[in-house]
């Protein structure tokens, strides 16, 4: 399988990265070297065998449904690029 | 008094509580030597007013004989931890300014034990790199010089600040991240030690995300007995992290021993790679001397699908890393560009293309583009297939054999610039680290000899799941015999 400029721009839209038309072209190469070098997996026979869930068997925990922290707003909001009156603020989306 | 910056952590530990030396005097060499070394780009932020308080705290613990684990010893953390108060940045402009209000679990340990903490250091953007050349605040430059030369080296990535701050003596040890090999191989490349240890160990929380299922902290050092020390106090559960192990943290440093009488290790018949420099082969026989030397059985062992890890690692590691990196989106925090009458969308496209450098970039497009509609089957069930494959072969290995040897790097350090041009070129750097990451098991480097150029080449072990003492023991029987005391010729 390979990339085309087309699918690259798509894939960018998708991961919401803005690329120049010089990029998006510069990208088509570099992707298809990558891909076409990670295809060799298709060789391999894993008929009937399971995909990796979990690298260290491990089961998931419960813990009580208690409220563990909180009231932090002013920490939540301190890195915050724009914050006005205890949200975060963005560009208007609804006309 | 000699010079303290030449002591490592446990000579550091033991001397200031012996009462050789005050906390507050390592930890004032050591800063000295961070400011003297600034040529270096190791750090990204300097914090040496966080390692005077410790000091003092130290040196008033000490009088009160209320001495903590690591009391009186200065670090440097890999600035992909959050520490609270202080920038935090994972290398990329993204997060520059970032200042977490919490502590990473693996820092707050740390603290908690005693330690002081010398700056944040350098390394790969978002732990993307084998070279630390994709940092958005420049290259770190290794120590290490090849004989008759001035070029710039690569001190390893993504682990680089860590690896050439040990190397250059400007802390005595460092947090550090493996995700593919970002602690081991930087270790090989400077000369120095460093345990990734078995996924799970210790806690992500804090950590600034790459790929989830991979991403491990570990200790790096001067020597193997400096990495048990700083590990234990780095290990343990933690209920913020759901893939943290429920189990005790073994005294690994008490228990270290280099006699390997009754072990058997094995050699990987499938890492003998095609092109192998002969240097690299000689390393690796020495390494089999020196075990064998140490009382081990030496075994040949067979791990079939070791040639499919790297292309399992590029699909895996990306895919995560597209879904981890999709929170920097300019307005929580981090940067934001909003160009002139941008809407929401526009924001997010414009902040990630302005934040994020190249090669994360190209790291996210592909795993957008193998997680996407229509191929994710084909690349990521396909790749987690075969990684069930390359655990299963480990496994097998593990039945003849206790601990694997092989070289860590299939070089020594290169230059920089050298390989950045072509990212595949970059990638096949790791090719002997990156398995055992897909395993989750534990595996540290040491160092093993010289290079014909007079540059350090490193051994690799990798144990059983939860055996970081064995992994341990092996290095320390490896660093007895290897005798290695090269170090760089200062430059800087």
Known sequence: MSVDLPTVRKIASLARIAVTD??????????????????????????????????????????????TDGNRRDDVLKNAPQAEHGFFAVPKVIE | MSDL??????????????????????????????????????FITETPDHAIAAADEADRARSAGELRPLSGVPLGIKDLFCTAGVQTTAASHMLEGFVPPYESTVTSKLFGAGAGMLGKLNLDQFAMGSSNETSAFG??????????????????????????????????GATGTDTGGSIRQPAAFTGTSGIKPTYGRCSRFGIVAF??????AGSMARDVRDCAILLEQMAGFDPKDATSLDVPVPRWEDNLSGDLKGKRVG??????????????????QRGIDFA?????????????????ALPTYYIIAPAEASSNLARYDGVRYGLRDLPDGAGLQDMYAATRAAGFGAEVKRRILIGTYVLSAGYYDAYYTKAQKVRALIARDFERAFETCDLLLTPTAPSAAFALGEKNADPLSM?????FTVPASLAGLPAMSVPGGLSAEGLPLGLQIIGRPLDEQGVLDAGLAIEQRAGFTARPDRWW
Request: proline share 5%; glycine share 8%.
């Open chain 1, 22 to 67: 010089a990029e998006a072209a510069a990208i088509v190469p570099e992707l298809n070297n990558i891909l076409g070098w990670v295809e060799q997996l298709s060789a391999v026979d894993t008929d009937g065998i399971a995909p990796m869930t979990a690298v260290i068997p491990n089961s998931l925990r419960l813990r009580d449904d208690v409220v």
């Open chain 2, 5 to 42: 910056t030449n002591l490592g952590i446990a000579a550091l530990r033991d001397g200031f509580r012996a009462g050789d030396f005050s906390a507050r005097e390592a930890a004032d060499a050591f800063i000295a030597a961070v400011a003297a070394g600034r040529d270096l780009n190791a």
């Open chain 2, 139 to 172: 290259n770190v430059i290794s120590p290490w010089r090849r004989g008759g030369d001035t070029v710039a080296l690569a001190p390893g990535g993504s682990s680089g600040g860590s690896s050439a701050a040990i190397a250059a003596r400007m802390v005595p």
């Open chain 2, 211 to 216: 790929a989830s299922s991979l991403d491990q």
């Open chain 2, 267 to 284: 050699i990987p018949r499938e890492y003998r790679v095609e092109g192998m420099p002969a240097e690299i082969e000689a390393l690796w």
């Open chain 2, 292 to 308: 064998r030397d140490a009382g081990a059985e030496i075994v040949e062992v067979s791990l079939p699908h070791t040639r499919q």
């Open chain 2, 427 to 431: 990638y096949l750097n790791d090719v």
